[in-house]
C-alpha cells in the first residue's frame, strides 16, 4: 500500500526559503513517478515539480523559474522540494504524489495521472 507523508510547510516571509519532504512506503522510487502539487484557495490543483527515473528526469512548473529544485533520496524513498524565493504567490497547499511510471518510460505531470497522494502541507507566504 502505497502511503506518501508530507512535512516541511510553514508560514515565511516573501523572499525566504522552505523544504518539503514527502516520506513515502510501499514503492519503490525508481519505478514510480513523483510529483509535486499545489492548490490555492479557489484555485485548481497544479503540477509544480516532477521527478522520475532515479532522479534523472526533472520537471518544472513554468510558474517556478529556477526557484524550486527537486530531489530524491533512494535511501529513504524521499523525495523533497527546495523553495527559495518565495513570493505571495506561492501561498498554498502543497501534495505529494504518486504513480507508476508510464508504458515507454514516461511520466504525465497532470493531477489526473497520480492515483496516490499525501495529505497536503500547508505553505503561507507573508509580504
Known amino acids: 500500500q502505497v502511503q506518501l507523508v508530507e512535512s516541511g510547510g510553514g508560514s515565511v516571509q516573501a523572499g525566504g526559503s522552505l523544504r518539503l519532504s514527502c516520506a513515502g512506503s510501499?514503492?519503490?522510487?525508481?519505478?514510480?513517478?513523483m510529483g509535486w502539487f499545489r492548490q490555492a484557495p479557489g484555485k485548481e490543483r497544479e503540477a509544480v515539480a516532477g521527478?522520475?527515473?532515479?532522479?534523472?528526469?526533472?520537471y518544472y512548473g513554468d510558474f517556478v523559474k529556477g526557484r524550486f529544485t527537486i530531489s530524491q533520496d533512494d535511501a529513504k524513498n524521499t523525495v523533497y522540494l527546495q523553495m527559495n524565493s518565495l513570493n505571495i504567490d506561492d501561498t498554498a497547499m502543497y501534495y505529494c504524489?504518486?504513480?507508476?511510471?508510464?508504458?515507454?518510460?514516461?511520466?504525465?505531470?497532470?493531477?489526473?495521472?497520480?492515483?496516490?497522494w499525501g495529505q497536503g502541507t500547508q505553505v503561507t507566504v507573508s509580504s
Open positions: 521527478i522520475y527515473h532515479g532522479g534523472s528526469s526533472l
Open positions: 504524489a504518486a504513480d507508476p511510471v508510464q508504458e515507454g518510460g514516461y511520466c504525465f505531470f497532470t493531477p489526473g495521472r497520480f492515483g496516490h
Open positions: 510501499g514503492y519503490t522510487l525508481s519505478s514510480y513517478c
